[in-house]
């Protein structure tokens, strides 16, 4: 055995701290820069209504988050201001109803540098579920509050719990779709849930929905100059959806996930195929490897169309006959929006407030 003095022990030593971590099997993590550009990212109705206001939900969140708010607490009051605006029927107060004509919500929140969260499904009553969702994260010992027991507990919290929260828009829309589907009652249930879909699409093409809003949600998420990261998603769910739904939208994972070392993803569009695959989990994983937000929700969207072979779900393209988009932002304040199909997603930086295409998946629309 041959013998090492002192001086080849120091030497070597050092050379094996310097071998890649990866050598040995382990993926890089995205390290947190000390300072970053401030950036807040949302769905495209980030970057829309006001309620009245002077500002639209990024607006808002951008300008509490840099002037030293923490970051979650901007980013849910940007996505109050959509929640509370009747004309947004996707998202809250006026969000579409289910199939019973109840307005039922859903919302998760993700505080990077605490690595905690919360959530809420199925809530009624409640014009503000994100703000129930973050009560859950720091009152509770628990992740998700579901229904009754949801609405209990924003009782219990201080919130007024209201019989209905459809407005005239959302209640007429409701109306013009059970007028339509009320026939249909009498199929057995896979034709009548066939048959139900067929007739939104339609309504849609009519322009009596927005396309958008058939599946609804608004995701936000943001970073400040510390490096620190946070993230929210909140919904009134697929519209008319069967009572007691419950979409990817409150789950952590699919509607939403932080990494606060790594990077923020969330979604909107079909609730199933997110949930299914568990995308947003996914790409923030795919970050901790290294790739960039664009390349870590396209591979995202890969999997799902990989995943999706009911033929009721593809078009004549045999591709999916959906939307699903992707809201990413990693530590170093990259961030990308990306799309199964067409759409837009909004940004707010030091420069102003933004909405911009987003990078897809496949051209078109998913009818094409």
């Not at 809420?120 to 969702?133: D, F, H, L, M, Q």
């Not at 400040?224 to 069967?242: D, P, R, Y």
Request: charged share 20%.
């Amino acid at each position: 055995m041959t013998k090492m003095n002192r001086r080849e022990f120091v030497q070597a030593t050092a050379a094996a701290a310097t071998v890649p971590t990866a050598l040995f099997g382990q993926a890089p993590t995205v390290m947190t820069p000390k300072s970053v550009k401030p950036i807040v990212i949302a769905s495209s109705n980030g970057h829309k209504v006001k309620n009245g206001g002077a500002q639209t939900c990024v607006e808002k969140a951008f300008s509490m988050m840099t002037g030293g708010a923490d970051v979650l607490d901007a980013l849910i009051a940007g996505v109050n201001i959509v929640e509370l605006d009747p004309l947004d029927d996707s998202v809250g107060y006026g969000g579409l109803p289910n199939a019973d004509g109840v307005v039922a919500l859903d919302s998760c929140c993700m505080h990077g540098p605490l690595k905690r969260a919360g959530g809420v499904a199925e809530i009624e009553g409640v014009r503000t579920p994100s703000k129930v969702a973050q009560l859950v994260m720091n009152e509770t010992d628990h992740h998700l509050l579901v229904g009754k027991g949801a609405q209990q507990f924003a009782r219990a919290m201080g919130f007024a719990i209201e019989d209905d929260l459809n407005t005239e828009n959302s209640r007429r829309k409701w109306l013009e779709w059970k007028r339509r589907t009320d026939p249909l009652h009498y199929l057995p249930a896979k034709e009548r849930s066939q048959a139900y879909h067929k007739v939104a699409m339609d309504m849609i093409a009519e322009g009596i929905v927005d396309a958008e809003h058939y599946y609804g949600t608004i995701n936000c998420d943001g970073v400040n100059a510390k490096g620190e990261m946070c993230g929210v998603t909140t919904t009134s769910g697929l519209a008319w959806k069967i009572p007691g739904r419950a979409g990817d939208s409150p789950i952590l994972g699919a509607g939403l996930y932080v990494d606060g070392d790594v990077g923020a993803a969330g979604s909107t569009g079909r609730g199933e195929a997110n949930l299914f695959n568990l995308c947003s989990f996914l790409i923030v994983e795919e970050m901790r490897r290294g790739a960039h937000p664009k390349d870590a929700a396209l591979t995202a969207l890969r999997r799902v169309a990989k995943n999706t072979i009911e033929k009721r779900l593809l078009n004549s393209n045999g591709r999916p006959n959906f939307g699903l988009n992707f809201y990413v932002l990693n530590a170093k304040g990259e961030y990308a929006g990306v799309s199964m199909y067409e759409s837009t997603y909004a940004v707010c930086t030091g420069n102003g407030a933004n909405t911009l295409p987003t990078t897809v998946l496949y051209d078109g629309k998913p009818t094409d």
